[in-house]
């Protein structure tokens, strides 16, 4: 402590040298402590118990914590008991650290050691740390009892104070260093085994407790006295208060991948030592930590730290960052050159936040005519526009502070009262406008202050922008856009829509004005025409307060539902008409702001400063967002199959790729899954998919498991996404093959050894036939006769069981193609046949056609879920046998699959289509009667069209080519999102047979070469 300063400062540069070159892709040691977010776990949250000894990554991913009442595992969304079948016998819950070793994963408990191969110990030792060499040899660190080794043959050397091997029985923590040399710190302080038993560290006597060692091979040691760095077992230096630190009683240390230094105090800070300086993760009033007892990092590269006494925390790099001005009322910001920003606040003056993060005040104290100021702009000049509520403008140049009215040569009988909004045009004219009364625009240039009215009347201007010709946009409140002829002094109303309420006005750097409105988004106008981006499009909020565009051409929007931004590709391939929706991302409290409404109304209202960084007021004061270093939604999460569970009762784990057979008989199969990816785990979604039994992939959400009931047997492959919600491009997958094993009737071998049993009692009976007496010959012919009407009768219940869905009793698909489908071809044919050249017009009413209706339930996942499966299933039943009794018996009904229905009116008036859909729909409205329960209103989405599709060129499309076109009448009445119904009719032009297979794929392609056309019924 009492080397000369000059040394001391030299260490310091050299440390900060190291750490500068050291590790990659941990939280980044450039950036200040306030940058980061944190977010902390509890017993009210998951943990067991708020004392987190350790934390600990296992090789699956899972992160694991150490406390008093067992270790628990966690996946990003929910705790679980680590190993807890480990624990059923262990005299103590009480864990204290945890390791990966070649016997496993070990736990350190005040009772021993817990692992499937767990070193035998004496009774009751109580086990602080343990760590393992290259070797094999575990070293033990216990509370009472010295240090244990136990080596790879099973025997234990004892090193405590009683021997001589070392100082002291109280052993607070292990280290091994690259060459294998082993550290204890104890009551004592610090020790090193030197083969023989452990020597003590000159200079490092204090209680010692956590250590790490760097990528440079230093040591560190937290001590109650400070932390100590030791270099080749000597004590190199102690930092105390005298270097930065607030505390000297540290209680734990950790050397991240990036060469930073996280410290624990006994006081709950936590530090960071980087550039040989010390920084403390600020504070929160409803975080009160206790002492921080172990740190760790995760794959990701995120800080974690457990407590003495409130359980867990993660740090995360934010992607907003809460800057140093607090109000809530702020109205405007700007920046000087000096790199300041500048905040317009309501009843607290001006608030300046200064490039080292100082903020300061300008207020009536020091001249300002009013607290509450209502605009702050900088001009090109470094002047500071300052408008303020009734008392007009003021503005700030040199240290000073000056009325508008002591800087102008020229002054008007009317001013500017309050004023909402400064504007320098291109010709260097400052603009105010005050948006709270019927004032004139004014301009300042050269000491000349002038006004200028509009339009006769009342008028309030809200905003002003100037394109690249020099043209300036000016937005009023009621009376929407003008434009502005710097020549002719003139203001001419600019053609836009009327019915909107503006918001602001900007022009981006391809020169097209954008306007932001209050309630129906915003609209962008192109050379011929003017966009409309809202909700229904994608964009995140119709009230949108301001707009910017940042460095890379990204769009910023801050409105009262939180930040948003939109890449400029993806906006330039929404107006080219490449994508029918906006992709965005969506910035809130999670990202670390303090609250997610954003302030407007004064201009400016957002603000992108100099070093491309954007800043927005909200209603708990400014945040800034750095666009090129958005880490918070960076990477790909991945995927893990973690089990399934059948029948709500047996759990069974499973293996990514692998293969599970399902038991015969198993009615529900829940599939769970997770995502090991923790620095946003509120934004990982899922998709999954039942390949054989869902036709697309289904969004999960945030939910991490999925349940299937009643599937046929058959092998089918379960796949799930993961995904993160600002990316969805970018995913991880993983699947698993499920065999749904079949009962022994339902076996194709079962079938035919039964085939081959009645024929050998049909052959047996022959024989027998020949062998009796003539007299008996005819009861012989009648036993035969009734043996082959039972065989007939067991073939057609063994093909019915084949060709019939077996819940509903409907024929299913594979009845519709092998029995049904060669009639409906030979109809085909003959009615193409038959056609003549002078009766092939349109259909008359009267026409027979047969009818092709797809019919599909809505809601019934939310009926499932709401009253069960067994209830789903029933209900699915009745819906089955109305549309049973609703057709002839000639006519065909078919279960399609999941809640979708076919049903084929054979021989039917074309007039007649139409109306038996809406005859199906009115009975789905009334409710489905189900036994012993109320009728269900079910809402149906029904498409259909008639076979022969066309009347002219009738074998232009086949059977399967006639259920496509219902197929795509469905779909258009399912992708509008409510219940419809939608006939598929003939356009004027009959497709060529090469076309077909084209616009059967691409149902727009197929409209608009008129091949046929889609309409409401």
């Not at 993160?724 to 079962?750: A, C, H, W």
């Amino acid at each position: 402590m009492s080397r000369h300063f000059c040394v001391k400062r030299g260490l310091l540069t050299f440390i900060a040298v190291i750490f500068a070159y050291s590790g990659c892709f941990a939280l980044d040691p450039a950036l200040k402590m306030n940058r980061f977010t944190t977010e902390c776990f509890n017993s009210a949250g998951g943990l067991p118990q708020n004392t987190v000894a350790d934390i600990f990554q296992d090789s699956d991913g899972y992160i694991h914590f150490a406390t008093q009442e067992g270790a628990v595992k966690y996946d990003g969304k929910k705790f679980s008991p680590s190993d807890p079948a480990l624990f059923e016998g262990s005299a103590s819950r009480n864990v204290l650290k945890i390791i990966s070793s070649v016997n496993g994963i070990l736990y350190a408990t005040s009772s021993g050691i817990v692992s499937k191969n767990a070193p035998s110990l004496p009774a009751d030792t109580y086990v602080n740390d343990i760590i393992t060499e290259k070797n094999g040899n575990i070293w033990v660190a216990t509370y009472s009892s010295g240090i244990i080794r136990i080596s790879t043959d099973g025997k234990q050397t004892l090193f405590d104070k009683a021997n001589g091997r070392i100082n002291s029985d109280v052993i607070t923590d292990l280290a091994v260093d690259g060459k294998d040399r082993i550290f204890a710190t104890t009551l004592e302080g610090l020790s090193y085994f030197n083969g023989e038993k452990f020597v003590p560290v000159d200079g490092v006597y204090a209680f010692s407790y956590r250590m790490t060692i760097d990528s440079s091979g230093w040591l560190w040691v937290a001590t109650e006295r400070g932390l100590a760095l030791v270099k080749e077992m000597k004590l190199d230096y102690i930092y105390t208060k005298e270097d930065g630190l607030r505390s000297e009683s540290l209680r734990s240390v950790y050397s991240d991948s990036k060469g930073s230094l996280w410290i624990g105090s006994e006081k709950g800070e936590l530090i960071r030592f980087t550039n040989g300086k010390f920084s403390y993760l600020p504070s929160k009033t409803d975080l009160q930590l206790g002492a921080i007892i172990s740190i760790s990092e995760d794959r990701e590269k995120n800080i974690w730290f457990g407590t003495e006494v409130t359980g867990a925390c993660i740090v995360r790099e934010g992607s907003v960052f809460q800057a140093g001005i607090n109000s809530g009322n702020i109205r405007s910001i700007t920046e000087t050159s000096d790199g300041a920003i500048w905040a317009a606040t309501f009843g607290e003056g001006i608030k300046i936040l200064g490039k080292d993060e100082t903020v300061t005040s300008l207020t009536s104290a020091q001249g300002l005519r009013n607290d509450s100021a209502t605009s702050v702009f900088a001009d090109r000049e470094n002047r500071i526009w300052i408008g303020t509520r009734r008392s007009g403008v003021q503005v700030f140049q040199n240290g000073k502070l000056s009325d508008l009215d002591s800087l102008a040569k020229s002054f008007s009988e009317v001013n500017p009262v309050s004023p909402t909004l400064f504007f320098q045009d291109s010709r260097n004219n400052i603009w105010i406008a005050d948006r709270h009364s019927n004032r004139p625009l004014f301009t300042w240039k050269d000491g000349v202050l002038r006004s200028f009215k509009i339009k006769e009347g009342e008028i309030s201007v809200l905003d002003i922008a100037e394109n690249r010709s020099g043209t300036l946009f000016i937005a009023t409140m009621k009376d929407g856009l003008f434009t502005f002829d710097s020549v002719k002094e003139e203001f001419t109303p600019f053609e836009f829509r009327k019915d909107i309420k503006i918001s602001s006005i900007f022009i981006d750097r391809a020169d097209r004005l954008w306007v932001s409105t209050q309630s129906k988004g915003i609209f962008i106008k192109l050379e011929n025409d003017i966009v409309e981006l809202n909700e229904s499009n994608g964009f995140y909020s119709n009230t949108v307060h301001d707009i910017v565009q940042d460095d890379s051409g990204s769009f910023w929007f801050s409105t009262n539902k939180g930040i948003f931004t939109v890449a400029e590709n993806d906006l330039n391939e929404f107006l080219s008409g490449k994508k029918d929706r906006i992709s965005i991302k969506v910035f809130r409290e999670e990202d670390g702001m303090k609250a997610g409404e954003c302030n407007g109304g004064s201009q400016p209202s957002i603000l992108k400063a100099s070093d491309g960084t954007v800043w927005f007021p909200t209603i708990n004061g400014i945040v800034t967002i750095d666009p090129g270093k958005m880490t918070g939604t960076a990477g790909t999460p991945p995927v893990t199959l973690t089990g399934a569970l059948l029948d709500n009762t047996k759990y069974i784990d499973l293996k990514p790729d692998g293969n599970f057979a399902v038991p015969a008989g198993t009615k529900s199969v829940e599939i769970f899954f997770t995502s090991l990816y923790f620095t946003r785990p509120d934004k990982v979604n899922f998709d999954y998919m039942l390949a054989g039994f869902d036709n697309e992939w289904n969004n999960g959400g945030n939910k991490r498991s999925v349940k299937y009931t009643n599937i046929s047997p058959g092998n089918y492959m379960f796949s799930v996404r993961s995904y993160l919600s600002d990316t969805p491009e970018k995913f991880s997958e993983s699947s698993v093959t499920l065999d749904y094993r079949p009962f022994f009737y339902q076996d194709f071998r079962f079938r035919a050894l039964a085939g081959i049993i009645l024929l050998l009692i049909i052959l047996t009976a022959y024989h027998l036939k020949i062998r009796l007496h003539k007299l008996r010959e005819k009861e012989l012919q009648e036993v035969v006769r009734q043996r082959t009407e039972e065989l007939v009768k067991t073939n057609e219940k063994l093909r019915e069981s084949i060709l019939k869905d077996p819940m509903t009793g409907l024929c299913n698909r594979r009845y519709l193609f092998e029995i049904e489908k060669p009639r409906y071809e030979r109809m085909l044919f003959a009615a193409a046949k038959n056609a003549k050249d002078d009766d092939q017009g349109d259909f008359t009413p009267e026409t027979k056609v047969t009818g092709l209706f797809l019919i599909d339930i809505g809601g019934l996942k939310k009926i499932n879920e709401k009253k069960g499966y067994d209830f789903g299933d029933r209900l699915l039943t009745a819906f089955a046998e109305t549309l049973r009794n609703s057709v002839r018996k000639d006519d065909l009904v078919v279960r399609w699959g999941g809640d979708e229905f076919l049903v084929l009116l054979n021989t039917t008036k074309y007039d007649h289509l139409p109306v038996y859909a809406k005859k199906i729909e009115e009975i789905a409205q009334k409710g489905i009667e189900i036994t012993g329960e109320e009728p269900v209103k079910l809402s149906l989405s029904i498409g259909f069209s008639a076979m022969p599709f066309y009347s002219r060129g009738l074998n232009a499309l086949n059977f399967e080519e006639s259920l496509l076109m219902s197929d795509m009448a469905l779909f258009k009445a399912l992708s509008e999102g409510t219940a419809k119904i939608k006939q598929a009719l003939p356009g004027n032009e009959i497709p060529a047979k090469e076309e077909i297979a084209t616009f059967m794929k691409d149902i727009d392609s197929g409209i608009k070469k008129g091949f046929f056309r889609i309409e409401d019924i």
